[in-house]
């Protein structure tokens, strides 16, 4: 007997009270028997095979995922419980069991589009509405994950990941070796300046080489930081991608679905934290004599020690160029009073946003172009062709001078141009860019790239043999060089140890002016196919992006409007001497 004011407990959830033993069966609210309070059952849903009260009755025939069922009113539906035999007995080959972060007791059902996120009934009523988002029941859409294209590119990303573990750690372990070889030399360079002096520096000796043992244990705790970042890394993805590739095997769609899930977020985490562990530097030492210590022993220091970066491989998340909408915005006239020529631009480079500087091959100038009036605002006559221009500073740069074989610097003052000191270089300079205070010069006969100091000290030579034939433009970033060859129609991209690390040929018949954006992508103009293309950032794959019957010569990208500048090498004044902006969106 019922104790009043007391709920049953009862074997499972159920809509139907015995009354008395001689009267009929009461129907109750399934939905709402589970959690309180019992209500009158006011209709049915035969899919769901429930009985509902009015409130639920009504939601049902709103919600998305119950609108299309159908529903039996009260005078219609069953008048006593309805068990199905299929729901009590079938068999589920998947069943879903994952449960929702958010609501533990509740189980993983749905999945929402617009959100990308994994949903329990909760979550769906509470959060993700009918009205806010597009959610579908993971039963009717997980059969494609079975061998699809998601669970391909998961498991793609995957290996894509530990190989770049892989390849981190052996280039850590490379460097590392290379710099702990440069300490070593430093500790035989001090031993022998040791010699040289008084007894009485031993204690200087000693802190000189504690501070020399420090850097090596910082290099080792480094190295170990990488190494186990790596393993680990590997070890967590290679454990999911059994997980997905056993699931997908077994042919689980629904757990493959939300494993994938869940290894999609895995890796979107993973690409942060191997981009973070990319910013460790390992530097190379020098040992500098204090030479003022052979005769004055009151110092306080031993020496020096002098560094120099060692750049090693850092691998990044494969490039994806964007789908871009290109739409005319200007034209701007570069046409002066002083020129006698038609206009023939061959390089040019923003100083800021809204000052952009060209060298003008054809009336042998340098032209400033204000991009807010779209006026020139000074003109530098020279007695040769300027060839190339980069930006060194917000009021500084330099252009290449082939003829002279020199390297002139100009600055900015008082909105006027002014020359500065120039660089005399070997040969016929052409291609110019500067970044942190490295400057990469091309040179067309013989073929190659150099990597100039400030001062003109070549810090690297890198001879075309089979990688360049017509190097004529060069652009920069923190990682990478990249080069246009309008003999070999390739770009190509290097480190800045001079290593090639990718090429790109596609369909280039000409590639010319290059200018590298700032999602690491590279415009490039192919004057003879009459195109802009962009590239990917490893030089894997490109695109067109804006078509230009009237041959584009040299490119700037301006980040800051997302605008491309170009000029065109033509005949036709009304393109010759304008520069011609386009927006990418």
Not at 203 to 210: H, I, M, P, S
Not at 255 to 276: R, W
Not at 463 to 476: D, I
Not at 490 to 517: A, K, M
Request: some cysteine.
């Amino acid at each position: 007997m019922a104790v009043p004011g007391k709920k049953e407990t009862e074997q499972f959830s159920s809509s139907a009270t015995l009354i008395g033993s001689d009267e009929d069966l009461k129907v109750y609210c399934q939905p709402c028997d589970r959690d309180g309070p019992r209500i009158p059952a006011h209709g049915y849903c035969t899919e769901c095979q429930e009985h509902l009260c009015e409130t639920c009755f009504t939601v049902h025939k709103k919600h998305t995922l119950s609108r299309h069922h159908t529903l039996l009113d009260k005078n219609n539906m069953p008048a006593t419980l309805q068990l199905s035999s299929t729901a009590v007995t079938a068999s589920q080959p998947d069943r879903l069991t994952k449960p929702c972060p958010a609501h533990k007791k509740e189980v993983i059902k749905f999945y929402c589009h617009d959100h990308k996120t994994l949903l329990c009934n909760v979550c769906v009523t509470l959060e993700h509405t009918a009205k806010t988002c597009k959610v579908d029941y993971i039963p009717n859409v997980s059969g494609k994950s079975i061998d699809g294209k998601e669970y391909k590119n998961i498991l793609k990303a995957i290996d894509n990941i530990t190989g770049q573990c892989h390849k981190m750690s052996e280039d850590v372990k490379k460097v590392t070796a290379s710099s702990n070889s440069s300490l070593k030399n430093v500790l035989a360079n001090i031993d022998k300046f040791r010699k040289e002096v008084n007894q009485r520096l031993d204690e200087l000796e000693r802190q000189a080489k504690d501070a020399v043992k420090v850097k090596q244990q910082e290099n080792d705790k480094k190295l170990k930081t990488v190494e186990t970042t790596c393993d680990d890394v590997s070890t967590s993805l290679k454990t999911r991608s059994a997980t997905i590739k056993q699931l997908n095997t077994s042919k689980q769609a629904g757990t493959l679905f939300m494993e994938l899930k869940f290894a999609e977020k895995m890796i979107e985490d993973y690409e942060k934290t191997i981009q973070q562990v990319t910013a460790y530097e390992v530097k190379e030492y020098n040992f500098k004599p204090n030479e003022a210590m052979s005769t004055i022993v009151t110092e306080k220091s031993f020496g020096k020690l002098t560094t120099k970066t060692l750049k090693h491989t850092r691998p990044s998340a494969v490039t994806d160029i964007k789908s871009r909408k290109a739409s005319h915005q200007d034209d701007i006239c570069i046409k002066t009073s002083k020129d006698k020529n038609v206009c023939l631009i061959k390089g040019m480079t923003f100083l800021t946003p809204d000052l952009l500087v060209i060298t003008d091959f054809g009336n042998k100038a340098i032209k400033m172009v204000d991009t807010n009036s779209k006026s020139v605002t000074d003109q530098l006559q020279l007695d040769t062709e300027p060839y190339d221009v980069t930006s060194v500073t917000s009021t500084d740069f330099a252009v290449t001078l082939p003829e002279k074989q020199t390297i002139q610097f100009i600055s900015v003052s008082s909105k006027k141009l002014k020359k500065r000191h120039t660089l005399k270089v070997a040969e016929n300079c052409s291609g110019i860019s500067c970044h942190q205070g490295k400057f990469v010069v091309s040179f067309i006969n013989p073929a190659k790239l150099q990597i100039l100091n400030n001062n003109g000290t070549i810090l690297k030579t890198i001879k075309g043999e089979n990688t360049f034939s017509k190097p004529m433009h060069v652009t920069t970033g923190s990682s990478f060089i990249y080069v246009s060859d309008w003999a070999m129609k390739t770009v190509t991209r290097l480190n800045w140890l001079g290593e090639v690390t990718g090429s790109y040929r596609g369909e280039l018949v000409t590639p010319q002016g290059i200018s590298l954006s700032d999602d690491r992508t590279v415009f490039v103009c192919d004057s003879e196919k009459k195109v802009i293309e962009e590239i990917s950032g490893e030089c894997s794959a490109g695109k067109t992006v804006l078509k230009e019957p009237n041959c584009p010569r040299t490119v700037c990208w301006n980040a800051k409007t997302s605008a491309l500048y170009f000029s065109c090498k033509s005949a036709n004044e009304k393109y010759a001497n304008f520069l011609h902006v386009f927006k990418l969106s």
